[in-house]
């Protein structure tokens, strides 16, 4: 990983979704090489100085791989303080300094797990098996168990863009690399902005397409281009997979 160029990598995650994650892996991956020798560092601070090692995980490699005594949070570690302490909508504070309190400590990578588990299995989000919990009895909120935690309300942003696909004599499409940062970074596709002079141009048509936070609408034209490139030479999101498919283009993907 360390010695691949992360266009590489995209390449190779290709179709995965958060492309995010493979270009914070690449950067992880040559700090281990570079400044940790090839292993990866134990301790959580330094896990956590990682690029893409958030506080959840950093928590879960120590504790688990390496025995730190340190507490992992998640949502099923959520759900269980919030029920036991009865707590509708507990902050982030809240839920880390439950699990540091009862951290057993000689054995945190067990514990955390054993948490994890319990959330996933027994304190389930709907219809927890609150008679087979082994900490009922430490339970404020089982008399409300299906109301504890408030689901957090999650509000998709709609986004309406436009997109020039441009086809050359040989069916190869135009493509560009977008930059480093923001949407779709570093990937390669066809171009889409707010807004594009598409007078004169043919309407193939509109691709929605739902992320985790947005809710995207493309509207599609086609143009010429005196040359194109290979798409399979190129990384390529699942969207623009979608935009080449609806001009013909060799994907067999769903458009809808």
């Known amino acids: 990983m360390a010695e691949s160029e992360v266009d590489e990598v995209l390449f190779l995650w290709q179709g995965a979704g958060y ?20 292993v990866l560092p134990s301790v959580y601070d330094d ?91 430490s339970c404020k909120g089982t008399f409300r168990a299906n109301e504890l935690p408030q689901p957090k309300k999650k509000k998709k942003k709609n986004v309406e863009l436009q997109c020039i696909l441009k086809i050359d004599s040989q069916g190869r499409p135009e493509l560009i690399q977008r930059p480093n940062s923001g949407l779709f970074a570093g990937l390669w596709g066809p171009q889409v902005a707010d807004e594009l002079d598409t007078k004169g141009l ?26 194109g490139i290979d798409p399979h030479t190129v990384a ?15 994907f067999d993907v769903p458009l809808e």
Not at 57 to 81: K, L, Q
Not at 90 to 117: C, I, S, Y
Not at 124 to 130: T, V
Not at 236 to 250: K, P, Q
Request: a positive charge; charged letters at 20%; aromatic letters at 6%.
């Open 19 to 38: 492309y995010s994650r493979a270009r914070r892996l690449h950067s992880l991956s040559q700090i281990v090489v570079n400044d940790y020798g090839g």
């Open 47 to 137: 896990l956590l100085a990682l690029p893409g090692i958030g506080p959840y995980t950093a928590a879960a490699v120590a504790s688990i791989a390496f025995n730190h005594p340190v507490a992992c949070v998640d949502g099923n570690v959520r759900r269980v303080m919030a029920r036991q302490t009865n707590n509708e909508n507990p902050t982030v504070k809240d839920v880390q300094e439950f699990a540091d309190l009862n951290l057993f400590r000689d054995h945190p990578g067990d514990w955390n797990q054993a948490m994890m588990e319990l959330g996933a299995m027994i304190c389930r989000p709907r219809n927890p098996l609150c008679d087979a919990c082994p900490v009922r009895m």
């Open 202 to 227: 043919d309407y193939l048509g509109s691709i929605r397409h739902v992320l985790s936070h947005r809710v995207m609408m493309i509207h599609v034209w086609k143009d010429s281009c005196e040359q």
């Open 236 to 250: 390529l999101s699942t969207l623009d997979r979608r935009i080449l498919a609806l001009a013909g283009v060799f």
